[in-house]
């Protein structure tokens, strides 16, 4: 039985389109295979161009607000390697008041290579501030 829910795993649990990211030699470790801190930029990536899909820098700039980063955890299922992309999705697990929890999975051949989960924080000038209700709204389209 898997550690994790086998939604988790699904890449049918996670609103497309996703995004493939090639991966190159430089994000490889001595094993020929993508090195654990490198799978953290893709997860990064694919949080950015998901937020971006969405209008969500923009309706932070608005709000003269931005998302800073609590907490990440990434879990490494099996190896990834050079010259196939990696297809990596998105998904908004929870909302709080100012924060929210986003998981996501990465897939390589069609099997689930890595997983993360990363809490953001809304931030202005005041610090952690609760979501306005456009940032709230716009949070709901990754959330399933």
Same mark, same amino acid.
């Given at each position: 039985?898997? &550690?994790?829910?086998?939604?988790? #795993?699904?890449? @049918? =649990?996670?609103?497309? +389109?996703? $995004?493939?990211?090639?991966?190159?030699?430089?994000?490889?470790?001595?094993?020929?295979?993508?090195?654990?801190?490198?799978?953290?930029?893709?997860?990064?990536?694919?949080?950015?161009?998901?937020?971006?899909?969405?209008?969500?820098?923009?309706?932070?700039?608005?709000?003269?607000?931005?998302?800073?980063?609590? &907490?990440?955890?990434?879990?490494? #299922?099996?190896? @990834? =390697?050079?010259?196939? +992309?990696? $297809?990596?999705?998105?998904?908004?697990?929870?909302?709080?008041?100012?924060?929210?929890?986003?998981?996501?999975?990465?897939?390589?051949?069609?099997?689930?290579?890595?997983?993360?989960?990363?809490?953001?924080?809304?931030?202005?000038?005041?610090?952690?501030?609760?979501?306005?209700?456009?940032?709230?709204?716009?949070?709901?389209?990754?959330?399933?």
């Amino acid at each position: 039985m898997s &550690r994790w829910p086998a939604e988790r #795993l699904d890449v @049918a =649990h996670y609103p497309g +389109p996703g $995004h493939d990211l090639p991966i190159f030699y430089g994000d490889l470790d001595t094993g020929g295979h993508l090195n654990n801190v490198a799978f953290g930029r893709f997860f990064e990536q694919s949080r950015y161009e998901a937020h971006l899909r969405i209008g969500l820098m923009e309706i932070m700039a608005a709000h003269s607000g931005r998302f800073l980063v609590a &907490r990440v955890a990434v879990d490494y #299922l099996r190896e @990834a =390697h050079a010259g196939t +992309p990696l $297809h990596v999705r998105t998904k908004v697990h929870s909302i709080g008041t100012s924060s929210a929890v986003e998981h996501q999975a990465a897939w390589q051949h069609g099997e689930c290579v890595a997983l993360a989960e990363t809490v953001m924080v809304f931030v202005t000038d005041a610090g952690a501030t609760p979501f306005p209700d456009q940032l709230r709204a716009g949070l709901t389209q990754l959330h399933p």
